[in-house]
């Protein structure tokens, strides 16, 4: 799937069959741009999850720009309340196809709030800063910190930068707050023991950043 809504229970759905389960809420608009990623977290669904061929999020090919678009220009939006760029892979890894969509969105829909989940990893990947591309166009950045440490950041996400990843990605949340309104760093309940998080939540003190637990999915 390239464009896709989420469900409780770890439900990945097309717009579509979304929209058989549920007519009258609104959810958020998730699209799928790449399957590549820099990190192999321990954790991670893409080893775990088992899905339906007609609702994988596992691409035969990355979708062009204006195949993303043609899916947009057929929602009907009433329906949603946000734009996730988020799949099975990284979304900065195509930094050029990201920014050009979420300027397309801001375009046909000024009023959508716009997200972006990432491993904060980008600017590692493009050998840049690449925070001041999302200024006007993204609303929410949710980067994910998963430990209080880079020893155990590395542990946990393999990121293939190694032990540098960590203060890497921390960076990158602290550019993206000069540009993006709203910056929030992730952990994973679950996965992230009470103490650590407790530390997490210090670090974001420390760096004017927000913190969030997501809820861990296991299916």
């Known amino acids: 799937m390239i464009i896709y809504a989420t469900h409780k229970g770890g ?8 929209l058989k ?8 608009l998730y699209i799928n741009l790449t399957n590549r990623c820099n990190c192999d977290c321990v954790f991670c669904l893409r080893q775990k999850k088992s899905m339906a061929k007609e609702s994988s999020l596992w691409l035969e090919r990355e979708p062009t720009v204006e195949e993303v678009k043609a899916e947009l220009d057929a929602v009907n939006w009433k329906f949603f309340r ?8 990284e979304p ?3 930094l050029a196809e990201l920014v050009e969509l979420l300027n397309y969105i801001k375009k046909i829909r000024p009023d959508m709030p716009t997200r972006l989940n990432t491993n904060g990893l980008g600017e590692l990947y493009h050998g840049r800063e690449i ?15 998963n430990a209080a440490t880079a020893e155990k950041y590395f542990k946990l996400t393999r990121a ?9 990605m921390l960076t990158f949340a602290e550019h993206m ?31 004017g950043l927000k913190l969030r637990v997501r809820p861990y999915e296991d299916s």
């Open 21 to 28: 389960i549920d007519s009258k809420s609104l959810r958020g």
């Open 82 to 89: 946000e734009v996730v760029f988020c799949g099975f892979g």
């Open 177 to 207: 707050k000069n540009f993006v309104p709203n910056v929030i760093l992730t952990v994973v309940d679950k996965v992230t023991p009470p103490d650590e998080i407790l530390a997490c939540r210090k670090i974001c003190e420390e760096r």
């Open 92 to 94: 900065t890894i195509r």
């Open 131 to 145: 925070a001041a591309d999302f200024e006007n166009i993204l609303d929410t950045a949710s980067i994910s910190l």
């Open 160 to 168: 293939a930068y190694g032990i540098k990843s960590f203060e890497a």
């Open 11 to 18: 439900k990945y759905l097309p717009l579509a069959e979304s």
